[in-house]
């Protein structure tokens, strides 16, 4: 009877195991490698350029700020491609703003595999070369979405040599472990035990000093606005607001009244 017990609950172990390590390659880094062209994707100023680091061929989408005009360091979301994107660029262009916005390994033609180390190596490579990419006197605003907030967070948090002129996150997270145990809660012990990639924003918040915006819908079911609202208790910025869009879920925040708090907020801080 014991050894029978002790050969299910291996099973379910394994079971356990196996499906939490492709839930976290599948849902967390669910990114399109698919390589699209500025162009194609209806954005004719923006330039394609190709950012090396130690091991891999990482794809930049950049185009050069107006006189006066902030650049936006854009981190993208966890699915998709800079393709996908391409209509808040262009809505940010139309402003005047520059763009540098990184495809992590594995998404938009870049080469590799996503993880949290290389996501922060690669993020902290753009941004020591970033007046290779922009204006040197143009502000940097970064902008992280989603999963794209946990890499501003450790960027910022792990690099200091990284000064913003601001911070912009949409939809940020505490960490992966409570966002798992959150949407699986049957599998809640298993999750700390065979999660890799935590992404412990709750660490990196308090370093976070720059001028911060928070993006969060009211519906988000992938990350409840409490997450969202924790991590923004937690920055130590003086100045800071936080943007509750009501009725948005995850993928639909940029309705007028969130579109009108991030012009207003960027051209508060992005000034020269």
Do not use: C
Not at 124 to 129: I, N, T
Not at 205 to 212: D, G, N, S, V
Request: hydrophobic share 40%; aromatic share 10%; net charge neutral.
């Amino acid at each position: 009877m014991m050894l029978r017990f002790a050969l299910v609950a291996g099973l379910a172990w394994f079971s356990s195991t196996w499906l939490l390590s492709t839930l976290e390659r599948w849902t967390l880094y669910a990114f399109d490698p698919t390589s699209v062209a500025p162009q194609d994707a209806g954005l004719s100023n923006v330039t394609w350029k190709e950012f090396y680091t130690a091991d891999n061929m990482h794809v930049v989408w950049t185009a050069s700020a107006q006189p006066g005009k902030p650049t936006i360091i854009y981190f993208h979301g966890n699915a998709g491609n800079l393709a996908q994107r391409a209509q808040r660029f262009g809505y940010m262009l139309d402003r005047g703003y520059g763009l540098v916005a990184l495809a992590y390994s594995g998404s938009s033609g870049s080469q590799g595999t996503p993880s949290q180390d290389n996501m922060i190596a690669s993020a902290a490579q753009l941004w020591a070369s970033i007046d290779s990419y922009s204006d040197p006197a143009s502000p940097k605003v970064i902008y992280g979405e989603s999963i794209g907030s946990a890499v501003t967070l450790h960027l910022i948090g792990t690099q200091s040599n990284v000064t913003p002129a601001a911070v912009i996150l949409e939809a940020p997270f505490t960490n992966l472990i409570e966002v798992g145990s959150t949407l699986y809660p049957q599998l809640a012990t298993v999750i700390p035990q065979v999660l890799k990639d935590t992404w412990d924003n709750t660490v990196m918040a308090p370093k976070l000093t720059a001028p911060l915006l928070v993006i969060h819908g009211t519906k988000d079911a992938l990350i409840p606005q409490s997450m969202g609202r924790k991590i923004y208790g937690l920055a130590a910025s003086a100045e800071k607001n936080f943007h509750s869009v009501q009725g948005a879920g995850h993928i639909n925040t940029w309705q007028p009244t969130a579109q009108r708090a991030l012009w207003r907020f960027i051209d508060t801080y992005g000034r020269p």
